[in-house]
Structures are given as C-alpha cells and as structure tokens.
C-alpha cells in the first residue's frame, strides 16, 4: 500500500515561484515512475511533469522552461518546482506513483493571480 501527500500549494501573483513537495509512504523504487498531473476547473486531468522508469524526465509542452521535476529517492520525495507562474496554471496539483496499480494522492490547489 503507497500512500501520496502533497503540500507546497497555495495562492501566488502571477510571475511567482512555488515549491510542490510530494512524500511517498509504502515501497517505492528508485525507477518507480512519480510525477505531477493537475486539473484545471472544468477540464480534465492532465500530465505536468513526470519521470519515466528510466529515469528521464518528460514534461508538457505548457510548463517546458518554467517547471522542474526533481526526486529525492532516499526521501521517497519528488518535488515541481514552478516559476514564472500563470493564471493558467491554476489547478489541483496531484502526485503519483506507477507500480502494479498507480497511486495518486489527494492533491493540493495552486491559484495564481493575475
């Protein structure tokens, strides 16, 4: 049993940084893949920043040069680190953990201001 909680959210004027921080309890490998997806008011989940099972990094198109992904395997932590915010940001961050099932945690609010 993996269990996901985030923290780091909260409300930022637009060109702000946060720091996302997701802690894994349970077994988690190094090349567990873990990332962030989020979810905007109305719109479907969609993927942020990830690490694949080879441990490369993969991101969407939208966050390229502003968000970083990084993991703390000792931790079993994986972090975003977001810059240059925009109003369109603003969603429900969620971490995950891919293994036999994949694992989400319940998600932390990011609101960036115009």
């Known amino acids: 049993q993996v269990q996901l909680v985030e923290s780091g959210g909260g409300l930022v004027q637009a060109g702000g940084s946060l720091r996302l921080s997701c802690e894994a309890s349970?077994?988690?490998?190094?090349?567990?893949?873990m990332g962030w997806y989020r979810q905007a008011p109305g719109k479907q989940r969609e993927l942020v920043a990830t690490?694949?099972?080879?441990?490369?990094?993969r991101y969407a198109d939208s966050v390229k040069g502003r968000f970083t992904i990084s993991r703390d395997n000792a931790k079993n932590a994986v972090y975003l680190q977001m810059n240059t915010l925009k109003p369109e940001d603003t969603a429900v961050y969620y971490c995950?953990?891919?293994?036999?099932?994949?694992?989400w945690g319940k998600g932390t609010l990011v609101t960036v201001s115009s």
């Open positions: 690490f694949t099972t080879t441990g490369s990094t």
């Open positions: 349970g077994v988690i490998f190094s090349n567990t893949p």
């Open positions: 995950n953990a891919v293994l036999a099932i994949v694992y």
